[in-house]
Nanobody
Framework: QVQLVESGGGLVQAGASLRLSCAGS????????MGWFRQAPGKEREFVAT????????NYADSVKGRFTISRDNPKNTVYLQMNRLKPEDTAVYYC????????????????WGQGTQVTVSS
């Protein structure tokens, strides 16, 4: 079992940066692929980024590629999402997730979810 707690969200202006953190607990964290998803008001939750168990392979949604970076620190049981050049359309609740999948592009592949952290980007 993995428990996940996100932090680092907030209100920023367009063009600013934020770094989200997701602290995990449980012995399976380092064996889990980690992902970030987001859900804007009135929209379905969507994939943002994913990282493999040892942090070598990453994948990003086209909408964030080149602006967001996912990373992980397994000894600290933490995964990060560095978000640069934020846009108003990045406004959403951001969730981290953990799963045993080898791909990780769909939320159905993840078994554990955090409670989410709000990111609001003003224009």
């Amino acid at each position: 079992q993995v428990q996940l707690v996100e932090s680092g969200g907030g209100l920023v202006q367009a063009g600013a940066s934020l770094r989200l953190s997701c602290a995990g607990s449980g012995r399976t964290f380092s064996n889990s692929r980690m992902g970030w998803f987001r859900q804007a008001p009135g929209k379905e939750r969507e994939f943002v980024a994913t990282i493999s168990r040892v942090g070598i392979i990453t994948n990003y949604a086209d909408s964030v590629k080149g602006r967001f970076t996912i990373s992980r620190d397994n000894p600290k049981n933490t995964v990060y999402l560095q978000m640069n050049r934020l846009k108003p359309e990045d406004t959403a609740v951001y969730y981290c997730a953990a799963g045993a999948t080898r791909v990780g592009l769909s939320q159905r592949e993840y078994d554990y979810w955090g409670q989410g952290t709000q990111v609001t980007v003003s224009s």
